[in-house]
């Protein structure tokens, strides 16, 4: 069981007193270990709870151990000594963006707050005067533009910064992030969307099993949820096209099986999170960069619009798509979506 899940059933059942005594039919004695993993494992989701630097530093041993652990498991387990660095390996590092002057490196994970902390990074290196003043569309373009990839690094350069710089990320639970990826892309036509959205629902459309069965004529752009979700989930589509960083797995993004993370951060717990990485490994007021909202929010976190969502998409295709983000789900600590998975 998912350490986070099994912590988190103990806690919501059982009472515990001062000496880590759990009651109810029987009596279990908590090694100090064991009460440290119940205390910080229930606060790595908890909005709730002020989370000081102490509190924050075991959170993230917390975050980083699951990692390793999950790793291993998997079958992806690495010497976490930022991998052997060729040609090959540096040009997947394109995600990870770097600003010298402060000596840290972000990777980026589209829909799990890159675009505002890119907006950040623009800010940091000179490029903007501030969050508020850059659009959503000016922003992924002036850091195209201005901040540099580790990808566009030699060898012996990017193994410097990945040796010695801060290297952090922040993710989002999978499928709130896909749901995300497919309303603010897909579902309706915008005016940031409309060349995206046009060419993406074609492929997608073309590659349904519906399309494949009846050679659909005068495709409606409109792509479901559940084409999206069949699209995504068919293991044929290995989701390498640029633009599919959307709804790319973020393991394949950010590699954390081989790239040491200092710093993992989650869309759940962003206000807390984005505060800790200003404040202690970037060494500036969050009072001076205000972390803005999202300029194009889907409210995708909220459960009963997942719920909503995924109750159109047969049970054999969520756990489809779930078999695909299955690591994503382990890796970075999200618990299995049990009620998606369940037949119908």
Not at 47 to 52: F, P
Not at 78 to 83: A, I, L
Request: glycine content about 4%.
């Amino acid at each position: 069981m998912d350490l986070y899940l099994f912590i988190s059933e103990v806690i919501a059942e059982y009472s515990t007193n001062d000496d880590g005594v759990i009651g109810h039919s029987t009596t279990v004695k908590l090694s100090s270990e064991d009460k440290r993993k119940q205390k910080f494992g229930a606060l790595d989701f908890s909005t709730e709870v002020d989370c000081d630097y102490d509190c924050q530093m075991e959170i993230q041993k917390y975050r980083k151990k699951t990692i390793t652990e999950q790793c291993a498991a998997l079958g992806m387990a690495s010497n976490h000594h930022n991998t052997t660095l060729n040609p090959k390996v540096i040009r997947k590092l394109e995600h990870f963006l770097v600003l010298d002057k402060y000596k840290i490196i972000y990777c980026y994970i589209p829909k799990a707050g890159c675009t505002n902390w890119k907006r950040v990074l623009l800010v940091l290196s000179g490029k903007a005067n501030s969050t508020q003043s850059i659009g959503q569309k000016e922003t992924h373009v002036l850091t195209s533009k201005y901040i540099r990839s580790l990808s566009t690094y030699t060898i012996s350069e990017a193994k410097y910064r990945l040796e010695n710089y801060v290297k952090f990320t922040f993710v989002r639970n999978p499928f709130v992030r896909l749901l995300s990826a497919y309303r603010d892309k897909l579902e309706k036509r915008t005016s940031l969307n409309g060349v995206f959205r046009k060419d993406w629902s074609k492929k997608m459309k073309k590659l349904t099993e519906a399309f494949k069965r009846y050679r659909l004529r005068g495709m409606d752009l409109n792509t479901t949820f559940h084409e999206y979700v069949e699209y995504v989930s068919d293991p044929q589509n290995n989701l390498l096209d640029p633009a599919e960083e959307h709804w790319i797995e973020m393991f394949r993004l950010s590699h954390p099986c081989a790239i040491n993370f200092d710093f993992i951060g989650r869309v759940e717990t962003l206000d807390r999170d984005t505060n800790f990485v200003l404040r202690n490994i970037i060494g500036i007021s969050p009072k001076k960069i205000l972390f803005r909202n999202s300029t194009n929010p889907t409210n995708s976190s909220d459960g009963r619009l997942l719920q909503k969502y995924f109750s159109d998409v047969p049970r054999k295709d969520v756990r489809a798509l779930y078999q695909r983000f299955a690591p994503d789900f382990k890796l970075f600590g999200y618990e299995d979506p049990i009620s998606l998975l369940e037949e119908d």
